[in-house]
């Protein structure tokens, strides 16, 4: 056993620092060397201790140099719209343009549209005005704007409705009192008994009497108890001799007069 323990110890002095002897007495480590022998007799004791305890923390070190330059951020958003530069320099003249339609040259020209227009229209009036004496003259009534017109036939409801548009008016639809006695007028060149159909009906709701064109009757001149809807046949209208109204059956004939405007 103590030939082991002298081994070891001559190994922890080899691979440890040695030690040697100061001049002033003192031993200290001298790197890399075999002075085992020299310093082993001022350390005439056993083998080093243990490594003390880790000493206190250390003051706060000094501040660290400045890092380097971080890398280029994002690019921002547009800013705001800069105060209006300067007004530049006046550039030079332009060509000289193609000389215009004068003013007073385009008012010429919409002059004389309007005078041919103007012309067309009378030209058109007249014409019309001929057909309206014409009307007349074959024993139509005049009322406003408005020729009632007989061809002398009786027809039933719908062929006088049809009748008229052919020729390009509508059945007999006074809307006032002086229209109805126009079309009361054609009754009396037609004999004291004349009934002629009025281009009124109540086909569509039973009660609500409506024009050809679906608008409700504005003027009505009903006889006495009219309209009764008789027999509960009765969707059509005549207007007497007498210029009153009465609801009839639309199946029956009546004298067809027109009204063109
Ligand atoms: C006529 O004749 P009568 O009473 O069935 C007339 C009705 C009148 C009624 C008035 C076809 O019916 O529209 O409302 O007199 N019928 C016809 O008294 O003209
Ligand atoms: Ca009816
Ligand atoms: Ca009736």
């Not at 007073?104 to 005078?115: A, F, G, I, P, R």
């Not at 009036?125 to 309206?132: C, D, E, F, G, R």
Request: include cysteine; glycine fraction near 12%; charged fraction near 25%.
């Amino acid at each position: 056993m103590r030939f082991i323990q002298l081994f070891s110890f001559l190994l922890y002095g080899l691979f440890l620092n040695a030690h040697t002897v100061t001049d002033n007495g003192k031993c200290e480590d001298v790197p890399n060397t075999c002075a085992v022998i020299t310093c082993s007799a001022h350390h005439p004791s056993g083998l080093p201790g243990r490594d003390g305890r880790d000493g206190k923390e250390g003051p706060k070190g000094e501040k660290g140099e400045k890092g380097p330059q971080g890398s280029r951020g994002i690019q921002g958003p547009p800013g705001k719209l800069g105060p209006p530069g300067e007004k530049g320099e006046r550039g030079s003249v332009g060509e000289k343009g193609e000389q215009g339609v004068s003013a007073t040259s385009e008012v010429d020209v919409v002059k004389e549209q309007l005078n041919a227009f103007q012309k067309e229209l009378e030209t058109f009036q007249a014409s019309l005005m001929k057909y309206k004496k014409i009307l007349l003259f074959h024993g139509g009534k005049q009322s406003g704007d408005k020729v009632f017109v007989t061809n002398g036939l009786e027809e039933n409801f719908e062929n006088a409705q049809k009748t008229c548009k052919e020729a390009g008016g509508v059945l007999a639809t006074p809307r006032n009192a002086a229209e109805n006695s126009a079309a009361q007028e054609i009754l009396h060149t037609k004999g004291e008994s004349a009934k002629a159909f009025l281009g009124i009906s109540d086909l569509q709701v039973e009660g609500i009497f409506r024009y050809i064109s679906g608008e409700k009757i504005l003027f009505t001149n009903w006889n006495l108890g009219e309209p009764n809807n008789s027999k509960d046949n009765e969707d059509c209208v005549e207007v007497q001799d007498n210029g009153k109204w009465n609801d009839i059956p639309c199946n029956l004939l009546r004298l067809v007069i027109c009204e063109f405007q």
